[in-house]
């Protein structure tokens, strides 16, 4: 079931999301337009396009991105970022599930770290609607490979200590407990077996390291649902403990996973 207080929570964070949220690889957005065969000029959709992280990199390969977004603040940074920029995108503030698009009309539907948030009973069904024969469906998310990270083991006991890692567990990419996500290529593989309407269906991820200070990390721990309907005093204390040990060793240097999953409208 969808945790809807956690789905819309993000507007409360959304300047700071826009600025601390990591980008994502180029390669995974060629890839991506490639798999579609989307040329310059192509109308494209993105579900759950935040403050515009990923739709800025769409619209710069010379796409235009209708953004569907469900929360009004974040919707808000979005479109003057996409007003800035010059970019052509066209923001419904709406729930993927609500939203009025054309059926059979669009090569490419995305979604940059919300896919998650989409009713797996309806959400493929509905983007099979709106995409033509043969377009693609594309989904992808940045993740902690903790198994990688020097400071898994001492970050993991402050959570432990705060109680945390007993809530959501290893659900939680944020939480050093978390194993990187070994098992998306079998979820995602599951997922379209059950869903009607795709095939093709294909994973890829790409490794990178991301360097963080502890005001850095802190700040990206405050963007994420969990940490935002956390108990105010849960949250502090926590925060305050992992930028510690931060600074005591100076840098976090993170190792990511981004995972793509793909499939195509039969």
């Not at 980008?23 to 515009?52: H, S």
């Not at 033509?132 to 940045?142: P, Q, T």
């Not at 990178?208 to 105010?232: C, K, N, W």
């Amino acid at each position: 079931m969808i945790d809807q207080q956690r789905r819309l929570s993000f507007g409360s964070v959304a300047e700071l999301y826009d600025q601390a949220r990591p980008d994502y690889p180029e390669e995974l957005v060629d890839d991506v337009i490639a798999y579609a065969g989307c040329a310059p000029g192509d109308e494209v959709v993105e579900i759950g396009a935040g403050t515009g992280k990923a739709t800025r990199m769409f619209c710069a390969r010379g796409l235009s991105v209708v953004a569907i977004e469900p929360d009004a603040g974040m919707a808000a940074v979005a479109s003057r970022r996409a007003a800035t920029a010059g970019d052509h995108v066209r923001i419904i503030e709406s729930d993927f599930e609500s939203a009025t698009l054309p059926a059979a009309a669009f090569p490419l539907l995305y979604s940059a770290q919300a896919w998650h948030w989409i009713d797996p009973n309806t959400g493929y069904a509905a983007a099979r609607r709106v995409l033509r024969d043969g377009g693609a469906l594309a989904a992808f998310w940045n993740r902690a490979d903790w198994r990688a990270c020097e400071l898994r083991a001492e970050l993991r006991m402050i959570y432990e200590r705060a109680g945390i890692a007993a809530i959501g567990g290893d659900a939680d990419p944020t939480t050093p407990a978390a194993e990187g996500e070994l098992e998306f290529s079998e979820e995602w593989h599951a997922e379209l077996a059950r869903a009607a309407g795709f095939d093709q269906v294909e994973v890829k991820h790409y490794e990178r390291v991301l360097d963080y200070g502890a005001v850095e990390y802190v700040a990206l721990l405050r963007t994420h649902s969990r940490y935002i309907v956390l108990a105010p005093k849960v949250r502090k204390r926590l925060l305050a403990e992992v930028g510690a040990a931060i600074e005591r060793h100076g840098r976090l240097r993170l190792p990511v996973l981004t995972l793509l999953g793909l499939a195509r409208a039969a």
